[in-house]
């Protein structure tokens, strides 16, 4: 073999895969494969706010993980790029925001919303090499190097890659984020890719600054110090679309759209809105990260399909990998 466990994908879940991986059993041998550089895809583009909040019970187990995951990381590195974030919720819907926000948020009533604790935001490209750093002493990283076929055989997988090269591993995890490639195996899973839109805002953002959640929409407006603009994430209903057609930018009906609906909540920023970034992520059909074995020996994984909320969940998605792994050890 060459490998014990090969992770096919490294943006900040695949990255976060292998550091686990690494952390709990160091002898390992692990490869993180990307067709592209570290934290280049959907990592690159990603907003990278983290806020304490999900749909289901497991996506809040899974934020509140993934909060303190990040929280000790800060601590122990005071480098690495995550900012804690005042935040706002506004919302007309009470008992949505509390059955949607973790208890430790401390919802506070404020006019037309509450304010909360435990919001963060990150470069999630710098922060995603950064872990990728970490690890390339005890970790292979093969960048540039697309996997063309994942086949099972009796005693591992075979990995076929766009170089003509074979690679043998004795466990795959997929994180591909929205390259959905081998049909053969992710088709059954019924994860479908939608365009991730953010515009910006060029107004000054400084560190004190708050951001704001518009609950009942699915946006935010998020004050990105680090690049000194904000940032107004919204909603798109663009579906069923693919991440290398998406190289063009923003076309014009982003843009039409983000500012609609940013005049509603803050018309004074619409003039200054006039770029931004445009992306794309998997949706799994229930709208929660999946995170299981994907063939039927149990040798490939597939993490992800975190519906644009890969930073936010990447921990959660790595520790219930590394569970896995730590069983199949065991077996």
């Keep these: 073999m060459d490998a014990d466990i090969v992770v096919v994908g490294a943006g900040v879940v695949g990255c976060l895969v292998a550091t686990e991986a690494m952390a709990r059993e160091p002898r390992r041998r ?38 303190r995951w990040y929280e000790e990381l800060r601590r122990r590195d005071p480098q690495m790029p995550i900012h804690p974030v005042g935040m706002t919720v506004v919302s007309a819907d ?15 009533p404020v006019d037309g919303g509450w304010d909360c604790d435990g919001a963060q935001y990150a470069d999630v490209g710098a922060l995603t090499q ?13 960048e540039g190097t697309a996997v063309t076929s994942v086949s099972p055989t009796a005693d591992g997988v ?3 890659l766009g170089t003509g090269a074979r690679l043998t591993a004795s466990r795959v995890v997929l994180a591909p984020g929205p390259w959905l490639a081998w049909p053969e195996l992710l088709a059954p899973l019924g994860i479908r890719v939608k365009k991730v839109v953010a515009l910006h805002v ?31 994430s919204y909603t798109s209903t663009d579906w069923d679309v693919t991440p290398d057609a998406l190289a063009g930018g923003l076309s014009a009906e982003d843009l039409d759209r983000g500012r609609a609906l940013l005049a509603h909540h803050a018309p004074a920023l619409r003039p200054h809105c006039v770029s931004g970034r445009v992306f794309c992520d998997a949706y799994s059909p229930d709208r929660a990260p999946i995170v299981r074995p994907i063939t039927a020996d149990g040798r490939v994984m597939f993490a992800g399909a975190a519906g644009g909320s890969g930073y936010r969940l990447a921990p959660a998605i790595a520790a219930e990998c590394a569970d896995w792994l730590d069983e199949e050890d065991s077996a």
Excluded: N
């Design 130 to 142: 950064l872990l990728a750093a970490r690890l390339r002493d005890r970790v292979t990283i093969r």
């Design 158 to 160: 075979v990995l076929t």
């Design 202 to 232: 060029e107004r000054p953002a400084s560190l004190t600054d708050r951001a704001t959640v518009f609950h009942d929409e699915d946006a935010f407006l998020l004050p990105l110090a680090h690049r000194r603009h904000w940032l107004f």
């Design 30 to 67: 692990v490869t993180v494969i990307d067709k592209g550089l570290v934290g280049g895809g959907a990592s690159r583009f990603s907003a990278g706010l983290h806020f304490p909040r999900g749909a289901s019970a497991r996506v809040r187990a899974m934020a509140a993980y993934s909060g």
């Design 94 to 108: 009470e008992a949505s925001v509390r059955e949607h926000y973790l208890a430790e948020v401390r919802l506070r």
